[in-house]
């Protein structure tokens, strides 16, 4: 791993110990059933530790009183989960669940209501059958020499040498489309490393903080986070980033460092966002909670948490859906080649 990966690891390992001291700061609670203690203690975790209130302008002393005149004894297990999960919503927050054995509440507004702008089945007109895989990345070269890479999953491991490969393959195009639609999210590692081989010299990428008490403003100074480009291969070539509305997390977070590069173009839609690094807890009665608690601002020291705007706004056409086309695909080969005319095909490498 590229010694910025290793600083990014240590400085997340530091926000842990932080977290985990002040965790060991409040007094264990004992087992218990009881609704009001259970909702009393989630409450009391998110109020101390979520990072976005001031952000999103939550009131979340109005939240308690409005979700705890709904906690009574009577409850059942179900029904209490089902209003914790429902005062969770209030976060506005694709990071934040509570987690019990028979059921996870998750946030589903940050992309409930926009276009797809992605059709498995259209996708299948262009990635066909017969195409290389790379850990997770699926690629080959289609029309015009331009290569075509789909990553649909930031938990789906890719090393360097699989890019290595995949940049091999592409040695004769001038061009390729990254294509990340519908990647909800995963490892920040391989945001890293896959970034760092479309960058030519080290960047400031963005900063974190992290809290350093229990008050919603309790932050840490922003610690700044540099990309160092890869010394493997590297394309340096004109590159197209295809998004949508369900591109989340760590995707957001890659969109948010190739919209950077002079040699990116972001197409398509608006990302979900995602930018609060989530950590985890544990109500009395054994259920799990994740929250957004250390914020990931980007170079200009703003929050993505509600999504990045593409360079290049374009939706699928129902029309090219109904003939077998991307709109989003088409779009994105058209401007390639008009940035790429008469160039020379190169791929670089620094070993």
Not at 119 to 131: A, C, D, F
Not at 162 to 182: A, G, P, Q
Not at 237 to 246: C, G, H, I
Not at 339 to 347: A, C, E, L, W, Y
């Amino acid at each position: 791993m590229e010694k910025i990966a290793m600083k990014r690891c240590l400085h997340i390992l530091l926000i842990l110990c932080i977290f985990i001291y002040f965790t060991s700061c409040f007094e264990r609670e004992e087992y218990t059933e009881d609704p009001h203690a259970n909702f009393e203690a989630l409450w009391k975790i998110i109020d101390e530790r979520y990072c976005f209130f001031d952000y999103k302008n939550i009131d979340w002393n109005a939240v308690h009183d409005k979700y705890e005149a709904q906690i009574n004894n009577s409850l059942d297990r179900y029904q209490l989960f089902d209003v914790l999960g429902k005062m969770l919503a209030e976060l506005q927050d694709g990071h934040t669940n509570l987690v019990s054995n028979f059921n996870t509440s998750r946030y589903w507004s940050w992309n409930d209501g926009y276009p797809d702008n992605f059709n498995s089945i259209v996708h299948k007109n262009y990635l066909g059958s017969n195409y290389n895989i790379a850990g997770g990345l699926r690629y080959l070269i289609m029309r015009d020499s331009i290569g075509y890479v789909y990553y649909g999953d930031f938990s789906s491991p890719v090393n360097e040498l699989n890019l290595d490969e995949m940049f091999l393959h592409f040695k004769d195009c001038n061009s390729i489309i990254f294509d990340v639609r519908n990647n909800t999210g995963g490892s920040l590692a391989y945001s890293e490393i896959i970034a760092a081989r479309f960058l030519e010299e080290k960047m400031l990428v963005g900063y974190i903080m992290h809290k350093t008490g229990l008050g919603h403003n309790d932050f840490s100074d922003p610690y700044p986070i540099e990309l160092e480009p890869s010394k493997r291969i590297k394309w340096l070539r004109p590159v197209a980033v295809l998004t949508n509305r369900s591109c989340y997390s760590a995707a957001n977070d890659f969109v948010g460092k190739m919209r950077m590069f002079p040699k990116v173009t972001i197409i398509g839609d608006k990302t979900g966002g995602g930018c609060g690094l989530p950590f985890n807890s544990e109500l009395p009665n054994g259920w799990g909670v994740r929250f957004s608690s250390s914020p990931i601002l980007n170079a200009d020291k703003e929050f993505t948490e509600f999504g990045i705007d593409p360079d290049i706004k374009i939706d699928i056409k129902e029309e090219d859906q109904l003939n077998g086309f991307d709109t989003i695909i088409e779009e994105a080969i058209i401007i390639l080649k008009e940035k790429t005319f008469g160039m020379t095909p190169s791929i670089k490498s620094d070993e």
